[in-house]
């Protein structure tokens, strides 16, 4: 494998993760997992302080495997129960009666959580106390990225390099574009990327369990009634939709199951994949046609989001969709400019979608880019493509910088006014 595709390889297995729980509020467990792990007994008290993306982001989600909703019950059970081991799947291994403990220590008002001003969009500064003894956790750019722990006041541990999400940068010293991305996903040996396979399971899951139980809105459990009842047609389009959204009810509504996120979203995971996994199905294709597929969706969508910051007023989901429908094209034995002309369609459909925190309706928003994907994709079969219209240029590299702009320059008021109005 050469350079550009070792780096492109290095690229997916960074962002490309399993997470369990919406990562912003999993952050916040992870810092306090790391602090009372420093501490002789569990902590008596946390204070946690958050930049204003990361609060906006924990308000209204539920935590897996506590039944409750916010950074205060992550960072309590995060602290008493979880495995500072674990990365984003710090609260695997929870129980009732640990969450109950952490109840109480929130109840007594022993957990204290404040939005703090911080030039990086993912900040968490944990401090755990235990009698005299006091540890402080600080993670800073990206949502398992510690860059200082001290315990008493004495520096334990200190990274001041770059984080691995830090948005704009992450790609600086690599050769990449959506042509780049495409010969790599075409030309890779299989074996090198039979990896990214276990996205389609871990996602499959999470569908399968969002059309078993009840979480959040049933955004997809009420698809599939209305496809029962006959409001609906059971075709691919519907069905793909419903399995989509049904995976982001699950994510969103605390199962305890984990998602291969993508670029730190567990939604985005999913819409990266799911869809890509139903059209694979459909063709019938080989498992490496859907390992290539997915390459495609997965790598697509991290290259187009580091034009913007990790966190902001605009839905991932877009992007992540439009990557999707690069990949549906793929699988449809369409070619690269067909491609690009799914890409084109997606961001020139729904751009306009922004983010208002992690919540239960993300997964409407999943359902309305997961839509619009599918609809890029069945245009770009037909030559028929957005272009020269709006932000959308005629050449795709332009279409991506134009989305980075909109997004850093163009949407930081929208960010903060979110906020205010949600914090208000």
């Not at 871990?202 to 369990?209: I, R, V």
């Not at 939709?241 to 049904?246: E, F, G, L, N």
């Amino acid at each position: 494998m050469n350079n550009q595709w070792q780096q492109y390889k290095h690229l997916l297995n960074t962002y490309v993760k399993p997470a369990l729980g919406c990562t912003e509020p999993i952050s916040a467990a992870y810092a306090s997992a790391i602090a009372a792990s420093m501490l002789s007994q569990t902590p008596e008290q946390i204070t946690v302080q958050v930049s204003d993306n990361l609060y906006k982001n924990s308000m209204g989600v539920f935590v897996p495997g506590t039944g409750k909703i916010g950074l205060p019950i992550a960072a309590a059970v995060g602290a008493i129960a979880g495995d500072p081991n674990a990365g984003l799947e710090v609260l695997a291994k929870i129980t009732a009666e640990q969450v109950e403990e952490a109840q109480g220590l929130i109840d007594a008002g022993k957990v204290i959580v404040e939005r703090t001003h911080s030039s990086e969009f993912i900040y968490c500064h944990v401090k755990a106390q235990y009698q005299h003894d006091i540890a402080i956790v600080e993670i800073s750019g990206g949502h398992t990225h510690i860059t200082k722990t001290t315990l008493n006041g004495k520096l334990v541990f200190s990274n001041n390099s770059c984080s691995p999400t830090n948005a704009s940068h992450i790609c600086d010293d690599i050769d990449i574009s959506i042509q780049g991305i495409y010969d790599y996903a075409m030309g890779a040996d299989f074996a090198d990327i039979a990896f990214i396979l276990d996205a389609a399971k871990l996602n499959s899951h999470l569908a399968d369990e969002g059309l078993k139980h009840a979480y959040g809105l049933q955004v997809g459990r009420t698809i599939e009634k209305n496809i029962q009842s006959g409001f609906m047609a059971a075709d691919l389009n519907n069905t793909i939709v419903m399995r989509t959204s049904a995976a982001s009810d699950a994510r969103m509504g605390g199962a305890t199951l984990p998602a291969m996120s993508n670029y730190g979203s567990g939604n985005q995971g999913i819409a990266a994949t799911i869809p890509v996994v139903m059209i694979a199905k459909h063709y019938q294709v080989s498992d490496e046609q859907l390992a290539r597929a997915l390459i495609l969706s997965h790598l697509g969508a991290i290259y187009i989001k580091q034009h913007y910051p990790p966190l902001s007023a605009f839905c991932g989901n877009t992007v992540t969709s439009a990557a999707a429908a690069m990949a549906m094209v793929y699988l449809a034995n369409g070619n690269y400019e067909q491609s690009c002309y799914a890409i084109q369609n997606v961001l020139s459909d729904c751009s306009g979608m922004v983010c208002d925190g992690a919540k239960s309706t993300c997964a409407m928003k999943v359902k309305t880019s997961t839509s619009s994907a599918i609809t890029a994709f069945m245009l770009a079969m037909n030559d028929a493509h957005a272009f020269d219209q709006g932000i959308i240029a005629r050449d795709i590299e332009t279409s991506i910088r134009n989305i980075g702009k909109l997004v850093t320059n163009g949407m930081a008021n929208t960010d903060a006014t979110i906020i205010n109005i949600m914090s208000a």
